[in-house]
């Protein structure tokens, strides 16, 4: 299901290169918002799944992406799942991620504006892994400037919406410093951290720092996707969600 999200202009310009996060605050007011919530919640999924793919990738949550999706399915019983693929180039233009930081933060807001009572899943492979993380940032780090369509963090009061995070291979410092020196580490913000799972395949050159391309390419069939899976089913099962 693809979720209606504000439409936002193509990033234009970076301040050292830099992928900076944020997204456009939604201005709803109390009384819109139970009004949002009585027309909606009989048509709203239990969890809504926002994943970002990774490079080269087809349109879509790509295999790692639905990998995890299905295991999740299966554990879930009857609860109604749904799924929004980040909308992002995920090519080889490291700065055009921003995109996807732009859409996942939309969207994450649109779901928690719309559907308050359904349970959000934030979740990314390899680049989609850094769309995700940089999605959850704190703050705008010293000395970036943010692309067009950006304006700063998502508000705090989005957080209690996303039950859990799950990253798979995310793009070490160091591998980000080789293909865009001006990208700031992916820092997973505090209100996000606790929630959080980071996946790194032994050996992945991308998150690991190692040799072995299978290793990158090997998580929807590594049992990674299935430990995701428990980790997600654990933290929708929690009494403070």
Not at 59 to 72: E, S, Y
Not at 100 to 112: K, L, P, R
Not at 140 to 162: F, Q, R, S
Not at 163 to 179: E, H, K, N, Q, Y
Request: negative net charge; hydrophobic residues 40%; glycine residues 12%.
């Amino acid at each position: 299901m693809y979720h209606t999200v504000t439409p936002v202009g193509k990033p234009r310009r970076w301040m050292l290169r830099g992928l900076a996060i944020g997204v456009i605050c939604l201005a709803v007011g109390p009384g819109i918002d139970a009004i949002a919530s009585a027309a909606s919640d009989t048509s709203c999924p239990d969890v809504d799944v926002v994943f970002a793919r990774g490079t080269f990738e087809a349109p879509g949550i790509g295999d790692t992406g639905q990998a995890m999706v299905d295991a999740l399915t299966s554990r879930l019983g009857g609860k109604s799942v749904e799924v929004y693929p980040v909308d992002y180039p995920a090519s080889l233009d490291f700065q055009e991620a921003a995109q996807g930081v732009i859409d996942a933060s939309n969207t994450i807001e649109s779901i928690a504006a719309t559907c308050p009572h359904t349970k959000i899943v934030l979740g990314g492979y390899s680049q989609g892994a850094a769309v995700a993380g940089y999605t959850t940032f704190d703050a705008v780090p010293p000395g970036y400037v943010l692309p067009d369509g950006l304006t700063g963090p998502m508000p705090a009061k989005i957080a209690p919406h996303v039950v859990a995070v799950t990253l798979f291979g995310t793009p070490s410092d160091g591998f980000l410093d080789l293909i865009d020196r001006g990208a700031p580490p992916i820092t997973i913000g505090h209100l996000y951290a606790a929630k959080t799972l980071e996946l790194c395949a032994p050996g992945d050159p991308i998150c690991a720092g190692g040799l072995d391309r299978a290793a990158h390419s090997a998580y929807k069939d590594n049992g990674m996707t299935e430990q995701a899976a428990e980790y997600v089913t654990k933290a929708l099962a929690s009494p403070t969600q």
